[in-house]
């Protein structure tokens, strides 16, 4: 839905990995390593979102990171612009495009066994300090929940901390008032599937 928005497949991968990373530079041959495009599309597409005023450049070489030596050749870098008008309404937006999603999300995570309980957090629902982005309650395909998790940290540009435990030991740590377990109930966060009764 986001790609028949923005017009751009490119544009709105980019547009979530700056929004879900917005104090990281990046350089253009990264960017397109890191989410498999196009050098030109890439480019193209951070020229528009600078113009537009979204992304801030630089070419201050102090900046770069890791891949320093590779970015000689590439001295430009990028930044979200925090100073941006539609900011937080960008934000929000990709937020809510996870749960205009949900139905999907539901069907795969359905499919990978006996699911009681799936909670998004964290990056999912613009709450970083959260101890975990996801966690999945019961008995699953640890292989099938491992590419689902590796396809959001593709789509979302980075890591994804989640967390997998079985029905007994949840209610056995909820019993207990475990830390972890009311700081993902209590705080915001989006429940896609939930079969206890005590909902």
Request: a neutral charge; one cysteine or more; glycine letters at 4%.
């Amino acid at each position: 839905m986001l790609d028949q928005l923005f017009g751009s497949k490119t544009r709105v991968l980019l547009l979530r990995l700056f929004l879900n990373n917005p104090e990281k530079y990046y350089f253009v041959r990264e960017l397109a390593r890191n989410l498999d495009i196009h050098l030109n599309s890439v480019r193209r597409e951070l020229e528009n979102l600078e113009n537009i005023g979204i992304l801030n450049s630089c070419d201050h070489p102090e900046i770069a990171q890791e891949e320093e030596t590779e970015a000689k050749d590439n001295k430009k870098y990028y930044r979200l612009n925090s100073q941006f008008v539609f900011i937080e309404e960008l934000r929000s937006l990709f937020i809510k495009s996870h749960v205009i999603m949900e139905q999907a999300l539901i069907d795969k995570v359905e499919k990978m066994g006996e699911v009681n309980l799936f909670l998004l957090s964290g990056v999912f629902v613009g709450r970083e300090e959260a101890p975990a982005d996801l966690l999945l309650v019961g008995t699953v395909n640890k292989q099938k929940l491992s590419k689902l998790v590796a396809n959001f940290e593709k789509e979302l540009g980075r890591s994804v901390n989640y967390a997998v435990m079985s029905k007994q030991d949840f209610l056995y740590r909820r019993g207990m008032t475990d830390r972890f377990i009311f700081d993902l109930l209590e705080n915001k966060n989006l429940i896609l599937i939930n079969r206890f009764k005590d909902k």
